[in-house]
């Protein structure tokens, strides 16, 4: 397994917003992170870390700009030169037209959202089974409906307090799990990776509830499971952290956009003619004002920070 190599710590108060652009610019193999009040740049490539202390030397004492030096395509394997100050300006035209990538983050960093593509499917094979029952909210048997005698008060009254949360596992068709499963891949994973297990588990623990107390509240009489109020609470939290850091570019804006555009379109009625089931609109938009809500307070709280380096 490769390993990350400490090439150069800087203050916390400095600003690398120019080696973070030419790292992007570039696609080098680094990352900036935050550890023990500093600010570090690290490297999967061995060959890559001498030449870029060398390059980073002259940087601080204003011999370069980072803006204006264009490495040889040979950079990303460490062949790259601390001397180099020439502009190409073919390549670096073709390197700017290129679409921000998602990156690849090591399966320790993202512990939580490895359980939760794991509950995908468990929850898909737990539908099948027909083992749902401890799991579900169950829905109201009339057309009137009262918080005190309702059947999630009685699962209260019970001590069933995880069916607040439980609903969330289950999908009623492996396409939805499937779908569920792919968004914490693609937005999930680079949250937690950066915000740290912690927050990113806040984040899903508070949204899930959120989503499902506004599906039960919004149709009482029906059942529902899936997974899709925590991935909008995603989308959601994603969409403030832009707004708050426009330079990171892990996650491209057009499947944000995309993830919006499918919410509206969904609450206009429209997509339930060809997916049979239904949607839960509800527990969609209550997972994305969820995630604007804590994604604003992250980001008050100073947490976007995280997010100003690229990876």
């Keep these: 397994m490769a390993k990350w190599i400490p090439i150069c710590d ?67 394997t460490g062949n790259i030169s601390p001397h180099s100050g020439q502009q190409h300006t073919a390549s670096k035209t073709q390197e700017a037209s290129k679409p921000p990538s998602l990156s690849t983050w090591p399966w320790r960093a993202t512990p939580f ?18 083992w749902v029952g401890p799991l ?24 069933e307090y995880w069916r607040l949360w439980t609903p969330a596992i289950l999908h009623f068709s492996l ?21 740290g297990t912690l927050a990113f588990a806040t984040l899903v623990l508070v949204s899930a509830a959120i989503a499902n107390l506004s599906q039960y509240y919004w149709t009482p009489q029906i059942m529902f499971g899936g997974m899709s ?10 969409a403030v952290i832009q707004r708050w850091q426009p330079q990171w570019t892990e996650i491209p804006t057009a499947l944000i956009w995309l993830a919006v555009i499918w919410l509206l379109l969904c609450a206009t009625g429209a ?9 839960a609109n509800a527990a969609h938009l209550g997972g994305f004002i969820c995630g604007i809500v804590l994604g604003l307070v992250y980001c008050l709280s100073g947490g976007a920070k995280k997010f100003s380096g690229v990876p």
């Design 10 to 76: 800087f203050p916390a108060q400095e600003d690398l917003s120019e080696l973070a652009r030419f790292i992007q610019h570039h696609q080098l193999p680094l990352r900036i992170i935050e550890t023990d009040g500093t600010q570090r740049l690290i490297s999967l490539s061995e060959p890559l870390v001498e030449p870029m202390r060398e390059l980073l030397a002259r940087w601080r004492k204003g011999e370069v700009q980072l803006d204006q030096i264009a490495p040889e395509r040979e950079a990303q």
């Design 136 to 159: 579900v909210i169950y829905p109201e048997r009339g057309n009137t409906f009262d918080l005190a005698s309702s059947t999630l008060a009685q699962h209260w009254l019970q001590g």
């Design 113 to 130: 959202s490895l359980v939760l593509i794991a509950l995908c499917f468990i929850g898909w094979l737990l539908v099948r089974q027909g």
């Design 175 to 195: 396409p939805h799990a499937l779908f569920n499963a792919l968004w914490i891949w693609v937005l999930g994973r680079p949250l937690e990776a950066r915000a």
């Design 271 to 279: 997509v339930d003619y060809v997916i049979s089931g239904g949607i």
């Design 229 to 238: 109020g925590v991935t909008y609470a995603l989308v959601g939290a994603v």
